[in-house]
């Protein structure tokens, strides 16, 4: 039997590991899987455990008032030790590219066991965007022995990196698996019942690091001259539990008719809201993988994106953070509708639904 430990902390993460531990658990004659939370992010990844339900085997309950990247990676190195020592898996798998992963890869190469990355090979090349996250990921990626690579792009970036070619795998990304568990036909919420059912809704996501403060203020500005431009449009803004994110969304939002402020969204209501959308705005990364599943056009708020699989289908435009072309951009959708349509219906490039299980293949390969 393979004994398999997956660690994550935040709520992306566990939307994107937790289809692995379901898989895991389909399949007990084979694997044994040990589940680790660290509570990175907490309300929001309990949120989604409570979506799977999964209980972990560990929880390192982190999450701390105003803590320090170092604070985070510290505490991971930490407390992991006595784990690794009392559980010593065949293999750890980490995810994508957060302090989490880092730190938990750290951890795992002191103690000499196999890590698997899932979601490898994501790259902008700029070692300051995202931030930390790109570093992040690089550096699991020096650590690994398994390359879970969701599309080919990224498995060229990691042969670039002169990575064992045999090593590296194509799966397809998790996040796609995850949709099967929340999308429902029947569903309801709260922020439907105060939208008005003549109106289309933008579903907006912003909240990385490097888009705090003036990024983000010209953003919000954008959104308010939309609403006032066309009133048959609502915007839904699940607000960050970041203090920042909040205190320039309160100042600039607040009091903006037709601009909707919410509670953050668990899984379920988020992958709900964003498939009745008519578009959506975003800086987040999964979303980016999401949306395309979901025909639904994204245009990301960031200079650049290590998901370039999706512009080049079409179901990605990088529009930047500056007013005028948030507007321009947002407009543009909302006007001509041959363009929405050819982004709506781009052919989504990050999988089929089966990547949980293709790793599980590979694993046992490799393992048995």
């Known amino acids: 039997m393979i004994k398999i430990m997956t660690v994550f902390g935040t709520r992306p993460e566990a939307i994107k590991m937790l289809p692995i531990v379901k898989e895991i658990e389909k399949h007990q004659e084979k694997f044994k899987g040990i589940t680790v939370v660290t509570g990175q992010h907490r309300e929001m990844l309990d949120q989604v455990l409570s979506v799977f339900e999964v209980k972990p085997d560990y929880d390192l309950a982190l999450m701390n008032k105003n803590q320090t990247l170092a604070d985070i990676t510290i505490g991971i190195i930490t407390e992991l030790d006595s784990i690794l020592m009392i559980e010593q898996p065949d293999i750890i798998l980490v995810h994508g590219d957060t302090t989490t992963t880092f730190a938990a890869s750290l951890s795992a190469f002191y103690h000499q066991i196999p890590i698997g990355h899932v979601e490898a090979g994501l790259r902008t090349w700029d070692k300051y965007s995202p931030f930390p996250e790109e570093m992040n990921r690089q550096l699991t990626d020096v650590l690994s022995d398994f390359y879970f690579a969701p599309t080919n792009i990224s498995k060229e970036n990691l042969l670039k990196e002169n990575h064992r070619a045999d090593r590296i795998f194509v799966t397809g990304n998790t996040v796609i698996d995850a ?20 109106h289309k809704f933008i579903l907006l996501t912003m909240h990385r690091r490097e888009n705090q403060g003036q990024p983000m203020v010209n953003v919000f500005l954008a959104i308010k001259q939309l609403v006032e431009r066309h009133p048959e449009f609502e915007v839904v803004f699940p607000v960050h539990l970041s203090p920042k994110v909040q205190s ?40 980016q993988e999401e949306a395309p599943s979901l025909q639904k056009p994204v245009l990301v708020l960031r200079q650049e994106t290590e998901r370039p699989e999706g512009v080049a289908a079409g179901t990605l435009k990088i529009i930047g ?3 005028e072309n948030v507007l321009l951009e947002t407009e543009k959708l909302i006007l001509d509708p041959q363009a929405y349509d050819e982004m709506a219906t781009a052919k989504n490039p990050y999988g089929d639904g089966h990547s949980s299980a293709r790793i599980l293949t590979i694993i046992e390969e490799n393992f048995t």
């Not at 569903?187 to 019942?193: D, N, P, R």
């Not at 100042?251 to 037709?258: K, S």
């Not at 909707?260 to 709900?272: G, R, S, T």
């Open 248 to 287: 320039i969304a309160e100042q600039y939002l607040a009091d903006v008719e037709r601009v909707h402020l919410i509670e953050p969204l668990n899984m379920v209501d988020f992958h709900n809201l964003a498939a009745r959308s008519y578009l959506i705005l975003t800086d987040s990364g999964g979303v």
């Open 179 to 198: 949709l099967s568990y929340s999308i429902t036909p029947d569903y309801t919420h709260e922020i439907l019942t105060k939208l008005n059912t003549d």
């Open 321 to 323: 953070t500056e007013t």
